[in-house]
């Protein structure tokens, strides 16, 4: 089973940029299609983007598409997601997790979740 932890949270001003990263133990880190989701207080967690085991094909949520990134370095069993042009909308908790569909949009198709990292958007 892959343990999953984030980490590249913190405050930035509308407009700024963060990268987080998603460190993944064992080895079948690179098996797995990934993905990206966040829940802002008192909303439902909402999918934000995922990515393919080796990296060859994504997907976004039309609220991200264009600002943001993911990718993924199996060498180094990681996955990010790069956030650029950054709203105040896009205050939340990020967690990575675990595809158990490519392609769904439901956080039930997902699994393995790490614990979450804060990102603040300023006004």
């Known amino acids: 089973q892959v343990q999953l932890v984030e980490s590249g949270g913190g405050l930035v001003q509308a407009g700024g940029s963060l990268r987080l990263s998603c460190a993944a133990s064992?080895?079948?880190?690179?098996?797995?299609?990934m993905g990206w989701f966040r829940q802002a207080p008192g909303k439902e967690r909402e999918f934000v983007a995922a990515?393919?085991?080796?990296?060859?094909?994504?997907y976004y949520a039309d609220s991200v598409k264009g600002r943001f990134t993911i990718s993924r370095d199996n060498a180094k069993n990681t996955l990010y997601l790069q956030m650029n042009s950054l709203k105040p909308e896009d205050t939340a908790v990020y967690y990575c997790?675990?595809?158990?569909?490519?392609?769904?949009?439901?956080?039930?198709?997902?699994?393995?979740w790490g614990q979450g990292t804060q990102v603040t958007v300023s006004s």
């Open positions: 064992g080895r079948t880190f690179r098996r797995y299609a």
């Open positions: 997790a675990v595809a158990t569909l490519y392609g769904a949009r439901d956080p039930a198709a997902f699994g393995s």
């Open positions: 990515i393919t085991w080796n990296g060859d094909n994504t």
